[in-house]
C-alpha cells in the first residue's frame, strides 16, 4: 500500500500543467489553446508556452513577478518529485532552452537549485 501512496504523488507532465494553469491565468489559456488544437498534452511543446510566459514576467512590471515566483516554484517541485519523463522536460525545454533567450541573464538568479543545477556551466 505505501508504494502505491508514493506513486500517487510522483508528479507527471499532466499534473505539472494543471499546477502551473494554478499559477497563471495566461498558462491556463495556453493550456486550453493547446489542446484543442493538439487533442492532448504535448509535454516539450507546453513547456515552450511556459518558459514564453516566464520570460513575458521577467521583464514585467513586478505583479508579474509573484506569477513567475510561482511558476518557477511549480517546476523546482516537480523537479523534486517529478517522473523521469516530467523532469526531463523540465530540464531540457524549460531549463536548457531559455539559455538561448535574451531574457535567461535575469531569470538565471531567480532558479532554485534543482533548475539551477541544471544549467550548462
Given at each position: 500500500?505505501?508504494?502505491?501512496r508514493?506513486?500517487?504523488?510522483?508528479?507527471?507532465?499532466?499534473?505539472?500543467?494543471?499546477?502551473?494553469?494554478v499559477?497563471?491565468?495566461?498558462?491556463?489559456?495556453?493550456?486550453?489553446?493547446?489542446?484543442?488544437?493538439?487533442?492532448?498534452?504535448?509535454?516539450?511543446?507546453?513547456?515552450?508556452e511556459?518558459?514564453?510566459?516566464?520570460g513575458?514576467?521577467?521583464?514585467?512590471?513586478?505583479?508579474?513577478?509573484?506569477?513567475?515566483?510561482?511558476?518557477?516554484?511549480?517546476?523546482?517541485?516537480?523537479?523534486?518529485?517529478?517522473?523521469?519523463?516530467?523532469?526531463?522536460?523540465?530540464?531540457?525545454?524549460?531549463?536548457?532552452?531559455?539559455?538561448?533567450?535574451?531574457?535567461f541573464?535575469?531569470?538565471?538568479?531567480?532558479?532554485?537549485?534543482?533548475?539551477?543545477?541544471?544549467?550548462?556551466?
Amino acid at each position: 500500500m505505501m508504494n502505491l501512496r508514493a506513486r500517487d504523488r510522483i508528479v507527471g507532465n499532466a499534473a505539472l500543467a494543471g499546477r502551473l494553469c494554478v499559477d497563471s491565468v495566461d498558462l491556463c489559456a495556453a493550456h486550453a489553446r493547446h489542446v484543442a488544437k493538439h487533442g492532448n498534452l504535448i509535454p516539450h511543446a507546453f513547456m515552450g508556452e511556459v518558459l514564453a510566459r516566464a520570460g513575458a514576467c521577467v521583464v514585467a512590471v513586478p505583479c508579474q513577478r509573484a506569477e513567475l515566483a510561482g511558476i518557477l516554484a511549480t517546476l523546482e517541485s516537480a523537479m523534486a518529485g517529478g517522473d523521469h519523463e516530467t523532469c526531463s522536460v523540465i530540464g531540457i525545454s524549460f531549463v536548457l532552452d531559455a539559455q538561448g533567450e535574451p531574457f535567461f541573464a535575469a531569470l538565471r538568479p531567480m532558479l532554485g537549485p534543482r533548475l539551477g543545477a541544471l544549467v550548462r556551466a
